[in-house]
């Protein structure tokens, strides 16, 4: 409980301190960047402390701690200090230093809900990670390794715990922050895991609250002469109530895998021999499209082809599901198969419900918040509040040199937390930049200008701001494949999606039936057009690899057919066979660009999206998402896996952030607005959805936390198991954390394993960790000849070739406890009879070279 009072405390007061700040630099929103501070205040905090680190002007220690916040304290105070005393208006929000105490003031609700949301979230999910706060399986003990890596390094790069003698090579930002709040309060790592994930949670939480709060907020202070679509003003601000709805879709709304499985387990649409719609649709279906040709009946199940529910339910049946890890399937509910129809493997498709109720502490998690802060960031932008110009070589910018700084900071920062995100970043900011400018000048070909003069120069100043970063990161990323095989089927796209495409559809029949202005031809064919091109680069990356990877691609040819001809006219078969899922997202995208496509225009008596301010920005958003969802039907990146699992997790994960933004916006403006039968029908859907998308986070967690009723006491730190599991391993654990610094050997295995335990929860490093992960992350042939060395330092009873092995890797510490002696039959006796044992304690022996 101290710890999470310390946390919740320290994070507050960082908020409060970074608050002038973000009042100062974020002039066009509402809320004055107040629902972000915290998040902004741990980017900045973050940022001037690790570079300290990285340069050698601070230590990783409480005093290069203090000195990142006392810059930060001084940046606000001089936010605070030259801010100018008359009043300004931008969008309806007043700036100036006078002003900040009564934005306050006259926003006290704004601020009271900001601050019982955080509360809520933050203290929700550590109830949630007290009752189930095990760090093992999937990636957790990597993320904990990072955690105490970084804790125990005194100067940075900080090292890899899992390959002694090199420092990690990893957008690693989010444990950085980790492992700051840890060292300031005095928090293990092994609690502040749970923490942060607490955290996160929270953080995400508000950040969605304000970006809604500023979207609606923004209709309410626009005081032009209003349409039906824009009379949604409540005394010039939103309620403080309607925003909660972005918190609840970003982080507690699921796809509907959740509400299959109660049919699932109901036994529902297992009668496949009754006569029916089904039957009569597989009377007229000749080519195979909705089931496989082999089935004698149809059968609901086998034709929507999700793993574990397209086969009988095994358990009696019932409402709730209690099938063994029931959970995990939401995050894999898309399945793909090469021409031959074998399984190609795991298509992870996670959203943000999944990552909670799982607890991992990964990447993309841990940049949850700072990527809501670069959607706050595009929408400043958009609105025009860093107004200025910068004078390029190449051309001029309108921007302010302080917000193209802020945008380069932040922007790096997303590629150091995780890099996958500063795509749809970067993205978000440039359009909405281009779209700043749409508003002023309307379309043109100035506005591809726009893009490359903002794009090109902010991402080479994050570049440099972050250079010790990039210096020492080998990304796994090499370059693009081709998806001929691999098209999403529109029932599976719908059961990931379908929660958020409701109400998206559903805002775009509003848009359209109150008569927004729309360009559908430039809407029609740029979404075509786009298509095209990705089917265009899609052949010219297959055409390139046959002739510069001929080895390859025949590998592959080999594999699944042998005339190159016919396996490309065999996957084009197959991706009109699933063209469902393309015309969903044709659906979506035609009249989204239709509706941005048509600038202002005051002689027409038809408002456009450009009139309806957040209604452009959510356009954009949904733009950004749905190319997201399509763009890893045609390509996708190279990388160890070697096919597009990586790809769908990080385009999708990104995609959900922004869609589930545009979805809480685009409900509430139709509970507000829409009225009579259309009312009742959107009412009835939105509670449908609601319901649908619910009872995968409720079941989930209830699961995960055996309905709250842990075995064993609530508590944050995983360190509590290791006690209980394993007292000799903790004890030797505990005694290494306070022994001098050293290379650990300790048995060496596969990954999700308990192998590298001691450097995981010591925060020394060991020779040779999770091989397969320190090859994702870098050149497999650095890791040489470690793992064999370490099994014949274990194995081999002559001392001259242990000795020369310490030698070869710095060893200090020799431990020896029961996975090394089940791993390797131990020869122990040279250890004995040349090193001291420092530490015995039942099965477990640490032995230290002098």
């Known amino acids: 409980m101290s710890a999470f009072i310390s946390w919740y405390l320290l994070i507050t007061l960082l908020g409060w301190i970074t608050f002038p700040l973000a009042y100062k630099l974020f002039p066009a929103l509402s809320d004055r960047g107040y629902t972000l501070s915290r998040a902004f205040g741990m980017l900045i905090w973050g940022y001037v402390f690790w570079i300290f ?15 990142g916040l006392i810059v930060l304290g001084g940046l606000s105070a001089w936010a605070f200090v030259s801010a100018d005393d008359r009043p300004q208006t931008v969008n309806g929000a007043v700036s100036g230093q006078r002003s900040i105490l009564e934005w306050i003031k006259n926003n006290k609700n704004l601020v009271l809900t900001t601050e019982l949301l955080f509360i809520i979230a933050f203290a929700f999910m550590a109830f949630v990670r007290s009752a189930n706060p095990e760090i093992v399986g999937t990636e957790k003990p990597m993320e904990l390794m990072m955690i105490n890596g970084i804790m125990n390094s005194p100067t940075f790069p900080p090292r890899d715990l899992w390959l002694s003698g090199y420092s990690i090579s990893y957008y690693h930002f989010g444990y950085v922050m980790t492992s700051m709040l840890a060292m300031f309060t005095g928090v293990p790592a092994t609690m502040a895991f749970n923490l942060m994930i607490a955290l996160i949670f929270g953080l995400s939480a508000v950040g969605a609250y304000g970006i809604l709060y500023n979207l609606l907020a923004l209709r309410g202070n626009d005081r032009r002469p209003q349409t039906e679509d824009e009379t949604d003003v409540v005394s010039g601000q939103p309620s403080a109530v309607a925003p909660l709805l972005a918190p609840l879709f970003l982080l507690i709304l699921s796809n509907v895998e959740g509400f299959l499985e109660i049919f699932h387990r109901r036994g529902i649409f297992w009668s496949d021999n009754k006569p029916g719609f089904w039957m009569w649709l597989k009377q007229i279906d000749k080519y195979g499209v909705f089931w496989k040709s082999d089935l004698t009946t149809f059968n609901f ?36 198969y090469d021409i031959k129809g074998s399984w190609a493997g795991d298509i992870i498709n996670e959203f943000p419900a999944f990552s909670f109720i799982l607890g991992n502490l990964h990447p993309h998690v841990l940049a949850m918040p700072f990527v809501l802060l670069a959607v706050a960031v595009a929408l400043n932008i958009f609105l025009g509040g860093w107004r200025g110009s910068i004078d390029l070589y190449f051309g001029r910018l309108k921007i302010s040199k302080t917000g193209f700084f802020i945008t380069a900071l932040m922007l790096g920062g997303l590629a150091f937390l995780n890099t996958w995100d500063i795509l ?38 994050a570049y440099l701001l972050y250079l010790p970063f990039f210096i020492g990161f080998d990304s796994q990323a090499g370059g693009l494949v081709p998806s001929f095989m691999f098209p999403t089927r529109g029932a599976q796209l719908w059961v990931m999606w379908g929660a958020l495409f409701i109400p998206l559809f559903a805002y775009l029949i509003y848009l359209l039936r109150n008569r ?76 989204t660009l239709s509706f941005l496509f048509h600038s202002k225009n005051e002689s027409e008596d038809r408002p456009s999206a450009f009139r309806l301010l957040p209604s452009a920005f959510v356009l954009l958003l949904i733009a950004l998402g749905s190319l997201l969802i399509i763009g890893p039907d045609f390509v996708y990146l190279s990388d160890n896996f070697g096919w597009r699992i990586n790809t769908i997790f990080k385009f999708y994960y990104q995609a959900w952030i922004v869609l589930s933004l545009a979805s809480a916006y685009g409900t509430v403006v139709l509970l507000r607005q829409l009225r009579g039968v259309a009312n009742v029908i959107f009412n009835v859907v939105f509670i449908a959805v609601l319901l649908a998308g619910l009872i995968y986070p409720v079941f989930g967690f209830m699961t995960k936390t055996n309905s709250f009723n842990p075995p064993f006491e609530y508590t944050l730190d995983d360190f509590d198991r290791v006690q209980r599991e394993n007292p000799d391993e903790a004890a030797a654990m505990l005694w290494l954390r306070s022994a001098p610094d050293g290379v650990i050997a300790e048995a060496v295995g596969g990954a999700y394993s308990s192998y590298a335990r001691v450097s995981i929860y010591t ?88």
């Open 53 to 67: 680190a990285s340069l050698g002007l601070a230590q990783n220690d409480m005093g290069g701690l203090l000195l």
């Open 301 to 336: 199940w086998t034709w929507l082809d999700i793993m574990d529910l397209r086969d009988v339910p095994s358990q009696t049946l019932g409402w709730a599901p209690e099938r063994y890890l029931w959970w995990w399937r939401a995050s894999r509910v898309i399945m793909d």
């Open 424 to 461: 749809i970043a970067g993205a978000l900011i440039v359009f909405s930049y281009a779209l700043a400018q749409v508003k002023e000048s309307g379309w043109g070909r100035e506005r591809i200008e726009d893009i490359l003069l903002l794009g090109i120069p902010m991402m080479f100043t």
């Open 763 to 850: 925060g020394l490093p060991t020779v040779l960790g999770w091989g397969n992960h320190e090859g994702q992350w870098r050149d497999y042939a650095l890791q040489g000849s470690r793992a064999q060395d370490i099994e014949a330092l274990y194995t081999s009873p002559d001392w001259v070739t242990a000795q020369a092995i310490i030698e070869r890797y710095n060893i200090r510490y020799i431990y020896i406890g029961n996975l090394e002696r089940s791993t390797y039959r131990v020869s122990e006796e040279k250890f004995n009879l040349f090193l001291k044992p420092v530490f015995q304690q039942g099965i477990v022996t640490i032995y230290e070279v002098p």
């Open 516 to 591: 927004t202005s729309a360009n559908w031809r430039a809407g029609i064919f740029s979404a075509l057009g786009l298509v095209l091109v990705l089917l265009a680069v899609m052949f010219t990356v297959g055409f390139l690899g046959l002739k510069l990877r001929p080895d390859l691609v025949n590998s592959i040819l080999t594999v699944q057919e042998r005339d190159a001809n016919k396996f490309v006219v065999d996957s084009m078969m197959r991706r009109l066979t699933y063209i469902g899922g393309l015309l969903t997202m044709l659906a979506l995208l035609i009249p």
